[in-house]
């Protein structure tokens, strides 16, 4: 069975290993450990936007501690415009919270 999410690169460690939080309905949900390669090359930064299609659970640990994913990765497809979107409303959020104290 194929699950959906939107994951979003939360970091990358070593220069090798992305992590990905995955959220379901704007919660996150899990958390996916794979090797930057296997991101698209736009896509390689933090705060990046995806869409994920994950079939079977399997996990394994690796030596660095964090678990490095079985191939449950179907698809994977990059969403700047997601992105951008996110970072706006993130924005605006601080923005209007910003303005309430100054206010005081």
Known sequence: MTER???VLDRI??????????????TVVDERVL???RLPEDGRHEGA???LELADDGVESDD???EAE???????????SLERD???EAQD????LSERLSDE
């Open 64 to 66: 660095d501690g964090l």
């Open 35 to 37: 090797d930057v390669d």
């Open 5 to 7: 999410y939107t994951a």
């Open 13 to 26: 460690v070593d220069g090798e290993t992305a992590v990905l939080l995955l959220e379901d309905d704007g």
């Open 86 to 88: 996110r970072r706006e």
């Open 49 to 51: 936007v995806f869409d």
């Open 93 to 96: 959020r601080f923005d209007r």
């Open 70 to 80: 079985d191939d449950d990765l179907e698809t994977m497809s990059y969403r700047p």
